[in-house]
């Protein structure tokens, strides 16, 4: 089968503890959760939710739109694994590139969920990877997230896409590719179509201070993206297209005060990825994807309020008239 849209990264089971009994500080310069010290500390609930991540929550989100959807990625021998591999064909999303490797543990993190936010503590598994024998090149690769364990691993994409033309990569990187620097990866970026993060990250990957968002998304387009998302939280995203013209959108604004913020990123990358396959001009695809990120936060995890294409487009029809790009 020749799949539409093939995601590459880690698939964990997130388990939501809602805490009550906690504060957020300014510590340090930055945001600190706090719970006491040596005491028992009470929560309110635990949510599981299987079969997430950002290459899982993306293929999800391709599936809903309606095109083809596999994940690459790895789990365990074990329950966990089953329970992520049955949810994600649940989704719509094919599994036959889902790896079970014996001996290792399928991922479980745990997310501390305070309000809207959320800090998740994570242990990846050392999981291997190799690129699949497709039976026909996909026509779009999303790579995101994976462990150091998979470093190598980068290279092997980068030399599959530059082979298969046809094939266009996309790229979120996560905190262990952002780390590498673009230097390491410069293949990888020499080949990528879209690339997709935010302010902070695009500043840490340049290694520059620079703020204005136009001259960050140049940069990241010099080392070899065609089209650049550098998003910007509250103050809205930005996309910069082939030719370098570049637009401003606003955040959607929220139905409904956010229940959890997780997997907003992930819904704004691979749904504006989608609709960018499906044909529409870059700044309209971007406006859906905030549209599908501002559904996400109304639920808890990053699946549950994912949209399908005719919802996204309801949302649109009746946006507020401030909602809309702007020209950089």
């Not at 910069?240 to 959108?249: L, S, V, Y």
């Amino acid at each position: 089968m020749k799949y539409d849209f093939v995601a590459i990264g880690d698939i964990t089971t997130d388990a939501f503890i809602k805490l009550k009994d906690a504060e957020e500080l300014m510590n340090h310069g930055v945001r600190e959760l706090c719970v006491r010290f040596g005491d028992k500390v009470p929560y309110e609930e635990v949510i599981e939710v299987r079969a997430v991540g950002n290459a899982a929550n993306a293929a999800v989100a391709a599936a809903r739109i309606g095109l083809s959807s596999a994940l690459i990625a790895r789990v365990g021998e074990d329950e966990n694994g089953r329970n992520c591999r049955e949810t994600l064909k649940g989704n719509g999303v094919a599994d036959e590139y889902l790896e079970t490797q014996k001996g290792l543990p399928t991922n479980y993190h745990y997310v501390l969920w305070y309000g809207a936010e959320r800090t998740i503590l994570v242990k990846q598994t050392k999981f291997t990877y190799s690129m699949p024998a497709f039976e026909s090149p996909p026509k779009y690769i999303y790579l995101t997230s994976l462990g150091e364990s998979a470093k190598e691993f980068h290279h092997d994409v980068a030399r599959y896409c530059a082979g298969h033309p046809e094939t266009k990569l996309v790229f979120q990187p996560g905190t262990f590719q952002i780390k590498l620097g673009a230097q390491e990866l410069k293949d990888l970026y020499a080949v990528t179509e879209i690339f997709f993060c935010n302010k902070e990250e695009a500043q840490t990957i340049l290694n520059s201070k620079e703020t204005d968002v136009k001259k960050l998304m140049a940069g990241l387009h010099a080392l070899g993206p065609k089209i650049v998302v550098v998003t910007d939280g509250p103050n809205g995203s930005n996309i910069m297209d082939t030719t370098g013209a570049a637009w401003h959108m606003p955040m959607y604004p929220d139905p409904a005060p956010p229940v959890s913020r997780t997997g907003a990123g992930d819904a704004t990358a691979s749904t504006t990825t989608a609709y960018i396959e499906l044909g529409l001009p870059v700044h309209e695809a971007l406006m859906r994807g905030l549209i599908n990120a501002a559904s996400v936060v109304q639920g808890v995890g990053a699946q549950t309020k994912l949209l399908k294409h005719d919802e996204i487009e309801a949302w649109y029809a009746k946006r507020p008239a401030d909602f809309q790009a702007t020209a950089l």
